[in-house]
């Protein structure tokens, strides 16, 4: 080799070697390490007489409260599952299997919680549904006997969390009916099967895969559940972990290790779960293949009595999801007393929950009134509010992105070394976090990062004051590298070797063939990783909770805790409003972006071109009006 040739290799091999000393530095430093701190924490604490007992905190679990909070998660996982799978199953069989009059309507209800999740679409419900609700307001003055907290503690969380968390259904197992080849369908339809024997002998079978998939997310999504439990007075494992985490030893018998052993208990369940789908994704499942495959045809509904009753079904569950949404957009735009009184005032309409300020006048416990300035204000024109959206914008955008690069980096090393040790060790690496709940790793971090004496820091106290900003940051990233290494590793296969060849024979080295052939290729599919990342980061709350302090109140937390000062001293009067008004605000940012990835970013070329030009004779169509118009004046 010549002496040109190695220095054009110097470059790239400092960058290979940068790239391998980052990411080790990334897995040890910030994935590992603090997960094994936690983990020995346990068995680290003292006794009353100031002695080390490895087992004090496990005997605190057998002997104390604590055991509940496990239970109370089992519990609400377990029955989760089941509502879940059956609201799930049933609203994408009636929008994709079956022949329901107003699908189209039906499927836009029911992917609302698309666009709000999370804190928003419980407060959502809270507005509704609590002790001050609309429809609660309304059984009370209707029903004066009806309990004003019915809609708390488990009962409200299960409710809540079973419409939250149909969204994965809606993405994955509408997919998969989409998929199935309708030939299957129509040969047991003609050897005399009944509609639903086709869907329990025929469809399901072929379900399976997903349906279990989908069982296993919810479940350890009711297992790690923390806004909805927070909000609605459950007490479950995360909101424990959150609370002792804020708690000292003063206060309570250690603290830190009983959050240590509640965050380990969650990872042990989390690894057997996806222990168990791995194992089962490797066995064989049924397909619905045959030589010339069919598109799906929905399937009628013979019997006139299931007739009705499916429609009466969908429906109402139509309104369960739309109620919310339709009473939280209405509001937005209603005065501080028509929302305190939970009445709606047609008659007048505002724009302060959005912009602008108002004065607020108060009557003391004098007998005086006083006016409070600018009491009454907008989202875009509250400080506490503006600035919880710009920390999370700016916090989830640099998140988001650097989950990207990291994942982009390593696509491109996994693919060259993808029969190699090397390779293999990096995917599982990155595949790491999949293993640990979000609660696990953003409490490692708080109190492993929260002390001078981690040296690979800089000897950086990372939760003190605007540092806890980067811990914000690095927990964001490290939660989305899996999602971002499981869908860009996808658009990697897409990319034919021989442009590689071909641009590596025109004398192009790694670096430039990376970014002028294969970037450009996999580009579409890494804005919509960047999209989808910033969608979920940008209204999260439990890491949020986790790392709560001054400098790092997020916006899911300002909508969290506006309803808890409304009107204390006179301030915040019309923070219902604002709530509202930033739930809207959610739904309009979550929309969009989901709008450019499933709409727009999902069309393939034809469907492009088929879009463009409709938009080309849309424009001929409108010329040629004006323009016959323009001569019938010149003729006249």
Same mark, same amino acid.
């Given at each position: ?15 290979? /070697? ?6 080790? %530095? ?17 068995? =680290? ?12 905190v496990i005997r605190f679990f057998l002997a104390g409260s604590m055991g509940k909070y ?16 059956v609201v799930g199953i049933s609203i994408v069989l009636l929008t994709e299997y079956f ?47 009806v309990n004003p907290t019915w809609f708390s503690g488990f009962n409200a969380v299960l ?23 309708? =030939?299957?369908?129509?040969?047991? !339809? ?22 279990? &998939? ?38 309570? +018998? ?35 293949? &045959? ?27 139509? /309104? ?13 735009? @209603? ?30 416990? !004098? ?15 509250? #400080? ?7 920390? *999370? ?14 994942? $982009? ?19 599982? +690496? ?10 696990? /790793? ?8 929260? &002390? ?7 000897? @950086? ?11 914000? $940051? ?16 996808? *658009?990697? %296969?897409?990319?034919?070797? #021989? ?26 599919? $890494? ?26 109140? &997020?916006? +899911?937390? $300002? ?33 969009? /972006? ?8 999902? !069309? ?6 088929? +879009? ?7 424009? #001929? ?16």
């Amino acid at each position: 080799m010549s002496l040109n040739q190695e220095r054009k290799l110097q470059p790239e091999l400092i960058l290979r /070697i940068f790239g391998v000393a980052f990411f080790a %530095y990334l897995f040890f430093g910030f994935m590992l390490l603090p997960c094994l701190n936690t983990l020995t924490s346990i068995f =680290n604490t003292k006794n009353a007489a100031g002695e080390r007992d490895a087992f004090a905190v496990i005997r605190f679990f057998l002997a104390g409260s604590m055991g509940k909070y496990v239970w109370n998660s089992l519990k609400l996982a377990v029955l989760l599952v089941i509502t879940v799978n059956v609201v799930g199953i049933s609203i994408v069989l009636l929008t994709e299997y079956f022949d329901i009059k107003g699908a189209k309507i039906l499927r836009m209800g029911y992917m609302t919680t698309m666009i709000y999740s999370g804190v928003a679409l419980v407060t959502g419900y809270m507005f509704l549904y609590a002790s001050d609700g609309i429809l609660t307001t309304a059984l009370k003055n209707s029903f004066p006997n009806v309990n004003p907290t019915w809609f708390s503690g488990f009962n409200a969380v299960l409710f809540t969390m079973t419409f939250a968390c149909t969204s994965n259904h809606m993405l994955f197992l509408r997919n998969a009916i989409r998929g199935l080849d309708y =030939n299957t369908v129509e040969a047991a !339809r003609n050897m005399g099967a009944k509609p639903f024997k086709v869907l329990w002998k025929v469809v399901f079978p072929t379900l399976i895969p997903t349906m279990f &998939s989908l069982t296993v997310m919810t479940f350890i999504t009711g297992l790690c559940a923390m806004s909805a439990p927070t909000l609605l007075g459950y007490d479950s494992i995360n909101p424990e972990i959150v609370r002792l985490a804020g708690s000292s030893s003063a206060d309570e +018998a250690f603290p830190q290790a009983r959050a240590a052993l509640l965050s380990i208990i969650l990872a042990m369940f989390t690894i057997v779960l996806l222990t168990v789908l791995s194992a089962y994704e490797r066995k064989g499942h049924y397909l619905s293949v &045959s030589k010339t495959k069919a598109k799906l045809q929905k399937q009628k509904i013979t019997n006139p009595v299931w007739n009705v009753l499916a429609h009466i079904y969908a429906y109402v569950l139509f /309104i369960i999801y739309m109620t919310p949404v339709v009473m939280i957009i209405i509001f937005s735009f @209603q005065t501080y007393s028509a929302i305190r009184l939970k009445k709606l005032d047609l008659s007048h309409w505002t724009l302060v929950n959005y912009f602008g300020q108002e004065d607020y006048q108060y009557l003391t416990s !004098r007998g005086k009134y006083k006016t409070r300035v600018g009491s009454i204000s907008g989202v875009f024109a509250n #400080e506490a509010t503006l600035g919880g959206i710009k920390l *999370s914008f700016i916090l989830s955008a640099l998140a988001a992105a650097l989950a990207c690069v990291v994942v $982009v980096v390593a696509c491109n090393y996994i693919f060259k070394k993808r029969n190699k040790k090397t390779g293999i060790v990096l995917e599982y +690496a990155l595949l790491f976090p999949w293993l640990l709940p979000t609660i696990l /790793i953003c409490y490692s971090y708080r109190t492993y990062f929260n &002390s001078n004496d981690v040296w690979y820091v800089g000897n @950086q106290n990372l939760y003190y004051a605007q540092n806890v900003r980067f811990l914000i $940051v690095m927990a964001y990233m490290v939660t989305k590298l899996p999602f971002s290494l499981r869908m860009i590793k996808a *658009s990697f %296969y897409s990319i034919d070797e #021989e442009l590689e060849d071909a641009a590596r024979n025109l004398g192009a080295g790694g670096l430039r063939t990376f970014l002028k052939v294969k970037l450009p290729i996999i580009l579409p599919s $890494v804005l919509a990783v960047f999209a989808l990342n910033f969608n979920a980061l940008f209204t999260e709350y439990d890491m949020s909770a986790t790392f709560a302090s001054t400098y790092g109140t &997020s916006y +899911a937390m $300002v909508i969290q805790a506006m309803c808890a000062d409304e009107g204390l001293y006179g301030y915040n009067v019309n923070a219902s409003g604002r709530r509202c008004a930033s739930t809207v605000f959610i739904m309009i940012v979550s929309g969009i /972006i989901l709008y450019l990835v499933y709409g727009v970013g999902a !069309r393939d070329l034809g469907e492009r071109l088929e +879009a463009r030009d409709r938009r080309r004779k849309r424009r #001929e169509k409108i010329a040629s009006v004006f323009g016959g118009k323009k001569n019938a004046v010149k003729s006249a």
